[in-house]
Structures are given as C-alpha cells and as structure tokens.
C-alpha cells in the first residue's frame, strides 16, 4: 500500500508570512500533485510534477518533486487570506488506473 | 476540463436508510471515481466505476454497503445502504482526462442521525 505523510496537518498564520508543507512517502510515485479544496468544494488542481527534483510556481506557490520522486513540498511566500483552504498531495500510481493516493491534507488558516 | 455535477449537495438522513447519490458529467469518460472524506480527513477512494463491468472496490469497501451503478460514459450513482452515524462523511465523485488532472464534484455532505 502507498501512503503519503502530510505535514503539518494545521497551520495558522499571519498574513505575510512564509510557509511550506510536506509531502513524504516510502513509494515512488509516477507524479505528484498538489489540489487546493475549499469549504463545501471538491478539490481543484494546483499543480501536477512529474520529474525528480522539478520545481514548478504558480505565482507565489513554489511546487518541488524530490529527486527519487517520492516526496514533494510546497512552499507559500506572503500568504495572503485567500489562500486560506485545505491542501492535499496526491500520488499518482501510474499505469491505466489513474488511481490517487491522497496525503491527510493540511488545514492552512491565513489571518489577516 | 470536465464539469461535474453532484445531487444532492447534502442530506440528513435516518440510520438504517440508503441514499443515492448522482454524479453527472459534462463529457464522456471511461473511469469514474467514488471517494469518502470524514471530516476533518483526507480523501479515501471507494471504488473506480467503468461503464460496461462491475465497480472495482478497494480494501474496507464492499458492494453490498456502498453499490455503484454506471450506466454509461457520463454518469454514476453511488449508493451508501443500512446508513449509520459512521457513515456521515462527504462523498465525492471524480473523472479523470487522460494525461492531465482529476475533477472532482463539490461533493455530497451526508449526516446520519
């Protein structure tokens, strides 16, 4: 079985500051991607690496894929309250499945 | 992209009792996906749903309590039976396009009482 550690699994802070949360597993994965949900939403793509050690920004999201491609993190500069919302990993095993193994999400909370 | 629809959006519902679920999607798909989030919790997949075969379900899932219809390339039902208080969760159904990223419904908030 596949599993992915998510850390933290809560996080408040400041609007301003920096953060980054992890993304870890034992399993190498084919990609990795990242999914912002909010309250009463299903989850939306942020972000989707596939190469070891590729890094990816989306604004002021800065994506990393490990080298041996079985961890990622994802890095906020200046958060802002909007990008208040839960953020989930997810590997992706590959093959015909397209089967998602999701990390336990991390409650990010960005106080004005 | 794909859009999906999800009804209903919530329900309360009676222990004991089965709901079904609809997920509809605006475009033809081969695999469709079923997920449960407790609260607070990450996304668990119950099952993939491909038209044509029976659903495949994963570990801790069985088709008597959680059966799966799909009846063709653009939509599901999921069904949660005998409902108890450990059944409210959100449940989520979700598409793949091939080669780009999963989309999901905003999900189904289901409460046992």
């Known amino acids: 079985t596949q599993l992915l550690e998510q850390s933290p699994q809560f996080l408040s802070i400041q609007e301003g500051e920096n953060l980054t949360v992890y993304c870890n597993s034992s399993?190498?994965?084919?990609?990795l991607q990242w999914y912002r949900q909010e309250p009463g939403e299903g989850p939306v793509l942020l972000v989707t690496?596939?190469?070891?050690?590729e890094v990816k920004k989306l604004k002021r999201l800065t994506f990393q894929f490990g080298d041996a491609r079985k961890d990622s993190s994802l890095h906020i500069t200046a958060a802002q309250p909007g990008d208040t919302g839960l953020y989930l990993c997810a590997g992706v095993g590959g093959g015909s499945n397209y089967k998602l193994t999701f990390g336990k999400g991390t409650l990010l909370t960005v106080n004005p | 992209s794909a859009v999906i629809s999800q009804k209903p959006s919530r329900d309360i519902c009676q222990r004991g009792t089965s709901l079904t679920i609809q997920c509809q999607v605006d475009?033809?798909?081969?695999?469709m996906f079923w997920y449960r989030q407790q609260p607070g919790q990450s996304l668990t997949l119950i099952a993939t749903a491909n038209q044509g075969s029976e659903a495949t379900y994963e570990s801790g899932f069985v088709i008597d309590k959680f059966p799966i219809s799909r009846p063709n390339l653009t939509f599901s039902t999921l069904t949660v039976s005998n409902m108890s208080p450990e059944d409210s969760s959100i449940y989520l159904c979700?598409?793949?396009?091939?080669?780009?990223?999963?989309?999901f419904g905003q999900g189904t908030r289901l409460t046992v009482v």
């Open positions: 399993s190498v994965f084919s990609s």
């Open positions: 979700s598409v793949w396009l091939v080669n780009t990223e999963a989309f």
């Open positions: 475009s033809q798909v081969t695999m």
């Open positions: 690496v596939v190469t070891g050690g």
